[in-house]
């Protein structure tokens, strides 16, 4: 696959915790994606919250950063009234941090998919109205 990806916060903590039903699903996946995967601060962070309870799951995260799978490729101080926009229109969503991060990326990278578990990226939309392309488990 060619086109870039986005990560989202489940299929990280999918593809690292074994125990994760989705685990099969985020690693056959994620060997189908060509690195760098591309996520935020807020995705990160979530991941690490979620994978406390993991002995390797926090270094796992920082040892994919450090090997450049994936790479932070997004300045909120800089995107912070475009993701104020995106959180005020999905309000009743409602949309996280992270959430609202992704979407604005996917408008920045205009050829990339978000890679997630989270069904609310079938509500999100990308310059208002564009269908965010997206790499998720088939229902």
Known sequence: ????????????????????????????????????????????????????????????ILDLLARNVIVIAFDLGAEVLSVRKLAAKYASVPMSLADGCLVRMSELYADAAVITLDSDFSVYRKHGRQVIPLLCPKS
């Not at 990280?12 to 994620?30: E, K, M, P, Q």
């Not at 994606?33 to 690490?48: G, I």
């Open 1 to 60: 696959m060619t086109r870039r990806v986005v990560l989202d916060t489940g299929p990280l903590v999918a593809l690292l915790d074994r125990g994760d039903r989705y685990h099969g699903w985020a690693r056959d996946t994620f060997a189908e994606v060509a690195p760098p995967l591309l996520t935020c601060e807020a995705v990160l962070a979530e991941a690490w919250h979620l994978l406390r309870r993991f002995s390797r799951g926090r270094d796992a």
